[in-house]
């Protein structure tokens, strides 16, 4: 049992990547007010939990009777995460006014897509808690510690993404615009390789 949760709390830790969130957040959503920062972390981190806990549950099933391959997963992953990157490459600013901008910003739910999906819940993490599901089934209460280390490793993102605004606070508006066009580069290398990964595996 000790093996099984070292294996999957550093399987998920590595795959969702808590400390490479944070840079993400400040991007996405740095320039909104800290009530609002936390409202967005809580809901993304709730949101990946309950896909989590549905894939480690019923995923296969479901892949299975749609007929979806793990490595389709990880290339629409890509594709929605590299429309993502460019973005913040490019920065695009379509509102020309303020009220466009409230407006633009009231309905932007940024905690589903992307912090949620991919970034959170992305094709490695759902592609692991598979297999982890599988690898538990001949250990007691396997099911158990695999769901105890994901809800750890989400815990730790939240904390990761709460403390945002510290981080942009001692980065300064200079440090996070860099910060975004750099990792919109890393984002849309990752991509990429979720593309490269998918087609690779399909062939």
């Known amino acids: ?6 294996k999957s709390f550093l399987t998920l830790f590595v795959v969702m990547d808590p400390v490479g969130l944070v840079p993400v957040f400040l991007a996405l959503a740095g320039d ?15 949101v990946a939990g309950g896909l989590l806990a549905f894939f480690f549950f019923f995923g296969r099933a479901l892949l299975e009777h749609l007929g979806i391959t793990l490595e389709a997963l990880r290339i629409a992953g890509g594709i929605l995460l ?12 379509e509102r020309e006014t303020e009220e466009e901008k409230d407006e633009a ?3 932007a739910d940024i905690s589903v897509f992307p912090l949620a999906i991919p ?14 599901g599988g690898e538990a089934r001949g250990v007691a209460l396997g099911w158990a510690v695999v769901l105890l280390t994901a ?10 993404l709460r403390a945002a605004a510290s981080v942009r606070r001692v980065l300064g508006r200079t440090g996070v615009n860099v910060v975004t066009r750099v990792l ?4 849309a290398a990752l991509a990429v390789q979720y593309v490269a990964d998918g087609v690779k595996g399909l062939l």
């Open 32 to 46: 909104r007010p800290p009530r609002k920062q936390a409202q967005i972390a809580k809901k993304a981190v709730l």
């Open 82 to 93: 590299f429309r993502i990157a460019t973005e913040m490459v490019f920065a695009h600013h």
């Open 119 to 132: 970034l959170i819940a992305g094709p490695g993490a759902l592609a692991s808690v598979l297999i982890l």
């Open 1 to 6: 049992m000790l093996e099984l949760f070292l």
């Open 184 to 187: 919109g580069l890393l984002l």
């Open 151 to 160: 809800f750890l490793v989400l815990l730790l993102a939240y904390f990761f």
């Open 105 to 107: 910003l009231s309905r």
